[in-house]
């Protein structure tokens, strides 16, 4: 409501915090672990896919919110086609902690100024600064740098 009524431009929402001893309460899936232990034991089968079931969770949290958007028309297009709204982790694999293929998704079009349905793959080392950078920019902040990016991420735009 408050895209839709103009109220604000920017909204930050974090459906978890991303350190240790946090735990987790999954009431729909009947299930209160810490996520960051969790993901230290993927070798088990049974966590795996416990894991798996998280995952869809959050994947289907986003799905209702993009669909939401999706469904409020605005100008010649909807909320969602005129934004920009991204959703990802800070680890690529938590059970090493590892900071590369970082699972991100990128939805709305920003007002058709970025490509959308498509994956985009990125040279190794590519930080996620360039697309923090890359957003910036599409903001109309002007910025030049952020934290350790090296430019904007190289495909996202139109």
Same mark, same amino acid.
């Given at each position: 409501m408050a895209f839709q009524g103009d109220l604000t431009h920017v909204a930050t929402f974090m459906l978890a915090p991303e350190r240790w001893g946090s735990p987790q309460h999954f009431h729909e899936l009947q299930f209160t672990k810490s996520h960051?232990? =969790? $993901?230290?034991?993927?070798?088990?089968?049974?966590?795996?896919?416990?894991?798996?079931?998280?995952?869809?969770?959050y994947m289907e949290l986003f799905a209702e919110v993009l669909e939401q958007?999706?469904?409020?028309?605005?100008?010649?297009?909807t909320l969602l086609d005129h934004s920009m709204v991204t959703l990802g982790s800070?680890?690529?694999?938590?059970?090493?902690?590892?900071?590369?293929?970082l699972p991100i998704i990128v939805a709305g079009s920003a !007002?058709?100024?970025?490509?959308?349905?498509?994956? +985009? !793959?990125? %040279?190794?080392? $590519? %930080? @996620?600064? !360039? @697309?923090? =950078?890359?957003?910036?920019? +599409?903001?109309?902040?002007?910025?030049?740098?952020?934290?350790?990016? $090296?430019? %904007? =991420?190289?495909? @996202? @735009?139109?």
């Open positions: 960051h232990e =969790l $993901t230290h034991g993927q070798d088990n089968e049974g966590v795996k896919k416990f894991l798996v079931q998280v995952d869809r969770f958007m999706d469904a409020i028309s605005e100008g010649a297009g800070g680890l690529g694999d938590g059970k090493d902690h590892t900071m590369n293929e !007002n058709g100024r970025i490509k959308t349905g498509r994956v +985009l !793959n990125c %040279p190794e080392n $590519t %930080p @996620l600064a !360039n @697309l923090w =950078l890359s957003q910036a920019k +599409l903001m109309g902040t002007g910025m030049k740098q952020f934290a350790n990016s $090296t430019g %904007p =991420l190289n495909g @996202l @735009l139109v």
